[in-house]
């Protein structure tokens, strides 16, 4: 698992005062660039290699609510790896209560659009998600 923290914003918040629920998207999408910059291998990386990683699925279920200014610890990890396939959850707490659990899906594509397979592609990146779906799927049990 991957740590990174948020801090609510105001105008994340909408006219009751709570995070307005399209934000935690977001804030899932910045959990994971900092995940994927961790691991060595941001998209910016990914994409001087001529590999894309779009979104192709997306899941949040929230938990309580939040406001500004909470700080919200997102853990990420691994939860599956197909190896043209990747889904990345995510863990949201404030102050160790947990506010919303969430997961995205992503694919590989190559500079034209089409499917790869990571293995062939950069097999460097899929040993890192082959150690860290081994490591994250041994942690939960």
């Known amino acids: ?7 609510i914003q105001y105008y994340e918040t909408d006219k009751m005062q709570i995070t307005h629920h399209s934000n935690y998207i977001r804030f899932m999408e910045e959990a994971r660039v900092d995940f994927l910059n961790h691991i060595g291998f941001g998209y910016d990386k990914m994409e001087e290699l001529g590999i894309s990683s779009p979104v192709i699925g997306v899941q949040c279920d929230y938990k309580k609510s939040t406001t500004f200014p909470d700080l919200i610890t997102i853990e990420t990890g691994i939860s599956s790896y197909k190896g043209t396939r990747l889904e990345i959850k995510y863990t949201m707490k404030v102050k160790n209560e947990v506010v919303a659990i969430g997961k995205s899906l992503h694919c590989f594509l190559n500079p034209h659009g089409r499917p790869i397979i990571l293995k062939k592609a950069l097999p460097e990146l899929d040993q890192i998600f082959v150690e860290l779906l081994d490591k994250d799927t041994n942690d939960a049990k």
């Open 1 to 7: 698992m991957h740590t990174y923290t948020h801090q």
